[in-house]
Antibody
Framework: QVQLQQWGAGLLKPSETLSLTCAVY????????WSWIRQPRGKGLEWIGE???????DYNPSLESRVTISVDTSKNQFSLQLNSVTAADTAVYYC??????????????WGRGTLVVVSS | EIVLTQSPATLSLSPGERATLSCRAS??????LAWYQQKRGQAPRLLIY???NRATGIPARFSGSGSGADFTLTISSLEPEDFAVYYC?????????FGGGTQVEI
């Protein structure tokens, strides 16, 4: 059974860098597609970016200038960095797997989410 | 960017009733649309992909229809565990986008 376990700092000050990690259990991070998605409290979902099975990344243009998704195959983990955060980046951040059955642009497995609050 | 507009924002129904949720796209997305269910404090769960295909393990009371710019998620007979927020998502055009959600409440 594949599981995603995510963690990272939950409280940041404006201008700091958000850093989250998602560990993959029961599957290889090199064998699938992985995304980060966020949800401001009480609001809808926003796709941040994707890591492909061969290490390529694609980002939402609205965040592309501040986002980096990286992979550590030795630890079977992938990570999200978001630079220069503001209060608008306050949200629950999810890691998720792209579906192998439907399309990697749909998400069939999610982490539990990490609440990140940006406040001075 | 494709904007997905969901309606109604809130749907108040009773167990056993039929729920009909709408998702309208700002441009055609063909059939490249999914539906998710999110319960309070939980991550979303994939219900329907490519407009009408149920994801693994999803009960038959959930069905999706539509193509182009208008889509519908139908729950034929609401169970107590179905009261949640439902989101649509398109994969037709970059970037991926989600709708604002419909809350199905008792």
């Amino acid at each position: 059974q594949v599981q995603l376990q995510q963690w990272g700092a939950g409280l940041l000050k404006p201008s700091e860098t958000l850093s989250l990690t998602c560990a993959v259990y029961g599957a290889s991070v090199s064998g699938d597609y992985w995304s980060w998605i966020r949800q401001p409290r009480g609001k809808g979902l926003e796709w941040i970016g994707e890591l492909t099975y061969n290490g390529r990344t694609d980002y939402n243009p609205s965040l592309e200038s501040r986002v980096t998704i990286s992979v550590d195959t030795s630890k079977n983990q992938f990570s999200l960095q978001l630079n220069s955060v503001t209060a608008a980046d306050t949200a629950v951040y999810y890691c998720a797997r792209g579906s192998a059955v439907a399309s990697h642009w749909y998400f069939d497995l999610w982490g539990r989410g990490t609440l990140v609050v940006v406040s001075s | 960017e494709i904007v997905l507009t969901q309606s109604p924002a809130t749907l108040s129904l009773s167990p056993g009733e039929r729920a009909t949720l709408s998702c309208r796209a700002s441009d055609s997305v063909s059939n490249y649309l999914a539906w998710y269910q999110q319960k309070r404090g939980q991550a979303p769960r994939l219900l329907i992909y490519d407009a009408s295909n149920r994801a693994t393990g999803i009960p038959a009371r959930f069905s999706g229809s539509g193509s182009g710019a208008d889509f519908t998620l139908t729950i034929s007979s609401l169970e107590p565990e179905d009261f949640a927020v439902y989101y649509c998502q398109q994969r037709s055009r970059w970037p991926l986008t989600f709708g604002g959600g419909t809350q199905v409440e008792i």
